[in-house]
């Protein structure tokens, strides 16, 4: 009689001991489950408070702003370097491209819009660079600053913009503010919106071929006709100012400015 109560001792004892071991484990799970339940809810929470974040840095109130952010415009200045362009006495393309470039630069810059420049000493840039500068740099429109010339006849002046061969609604809305504002301006003679390049209209010059913005090349008249030449040289700030000038009314026309 001894042994059998002490047989259903050791029974009670040990079903009491499974329940507090399975009493121990509902414990823990529930703990676990819950705190990373509350940690991935926390989690969230601060990603989404930093996106919303982020987001608000890119308002300004200047009204130069559009859903990506600041406006940026790339300004490419043609040749540099070994690449001297067109020449006319000690007049070098590339060197009026390059202090007109930065000249436009301060002014768009005055206007808080962002400037990317392909380049701003006198260097060697190739193509493929220049391309990828612009087309890295999320801008909202490109030009090339170049210099034309006809040594035949040195009366034959006049800026004229070039587009893509395609003819893009916006380019030519864009080429057009330029080319109305340099006319304006400061005087030139406006020989049009053209497609293709000076030499043909079949070809593309490079930027409007491989640029994945808005794009034109802008010709600044003629180095071989005295007054163009003037205007690039001793009156290049009243060039600069017709550029910039063209290309914010661009930007306010397009109801983003």
């Given at each position: 009689?001894?042994?059998?109560?002490?047989i259903?001792?050791d029974?009670?004892?040990?079903?009491?001991?499974?329940?507090?071991?399975?009493?121990?484990?509902?414990?823990?799970?529930?703990?676990?489950?819950?705190?990373?339940?509350?940690?991935?809810?926390?989690?969230?929470?601060?990603k989404?408070?930093?996106?919303?974040?982020?987001?608000?840095?890119?308002?300004?109130?200047?009204?130069?702003?559009?859903?990506?952010?600041?406006?940026?415009?790339?300004?490419?200045?043609?040749?540099?370097?070994?690449?001297?362009?067109?020449?006319?006495?000690?007049?070098?393309?590339?060197?009026?491209?390059?202090?007109?470039?930065?000249?436009?630069?301060?002014?768009?810059e005055?206007?808080?819009?962002k400037?990317?420049?392909?380049?701003?000493?006198?260097?060697?840039?190739?193509?493929?660079?220049?391309?990828?500068?612009?087309?890295?740099?999320?801008?909202?429109?490109?030009?090339?600053?170049?210099?034309?010339?006809?040594?035949?006849?040195?009366?034959?002046?006049g800026?004229?913009?070039?587009?893509?061969?395609?003819?893009?609604e916006?380019?030519?809305?864009?080429?057009?503010?330029?080319?109305?504002?340099i006319?304006?301006?400061?005087?030139?003679?406006?020989?049009g919106?053209?497609?293709?390049?000076?030499?043909?209209?079949?070809?593309?010059?490079?930027?409007?071929?491989?640029?994945?913005?808005?794009?034109?090349?802008?010709?600044?008249?003629?180095?071989?006709?005295?007054?163009?030449?003037?205007?690039?040289?001793?009156?290049?700030?009243?060039?600069?100012q017709?550029i910039a000038?063209?290309?914010?009314?661009?930007?306010?026309?397009?109801?983003?400015?």
């Amino acid at each position: 009689m001894k042994n059998h109560k002490a047989i259903r001792l050791d029974k009670f004892f040990g079903v009491a001991a499974l329940i507090s071991i399975l009493v121990f484990a509902v414990m823990i799970y529930s703990d676990f489950f819950v705190s990373s339940k509350e940690n991935r809810s926390s989690s969230s929470v601060g990603k989404d408070v930093t996106g919303e974040q982020k987001n608000s840095q890119n308002v300004e109130d200047d009204g130069t702003e559009t859903s990506s952010g600041k406006l940026t415009v790339c300004i490419d200045a043609a040749r540099g370097g070994k690449d001297t362009g067109l020449t006319y006495g000690s007049n070098k393309e590339k060197d009026i491209t390059l202090e007109v470039a930065g000249l436009v630069a301060s002014k768009l810059e005055a206007h808080n819009i962002k400037v990317v420049m392909t380049r701003t000493t006198d260097e060697d840039v190739s193509d493929e660079s220049r391309a990828r500068i612009w087309n890295s740099s999320d801008v909202n429109v490109c030009f090339s600053l170049r210099m034309n010339s006809y040594n035949k006849d040195t009366s034959v002046s006049g800026a004229e913009v070039y587009i893509h061969t395609t003819q893009p609604e916006e380019s030519v809305k864009f080429a057009d503010d330029i080319l109305t504002s340099i006319s304006k301006e400061t005087g030139m003679k406006n020989r049009g919106i053209r497609s293709g390049t000076a030499a043909s209209d079949k070809d593309n010059y490079y930027i409007n071929a491989h640029s994945k913005c808005i794009s034109c090349v802008v010709n600044m008249g003629f180095i071989s006709n005295t007054s163009d030449l003037n205007l690039v040289t001793t009156q290049k700030d009243k060039m600069a100012q017709a550029i910039a000038d063209g290309i914010v009314n661009y930007f306010k026309q397009a109801g983003v400015y």
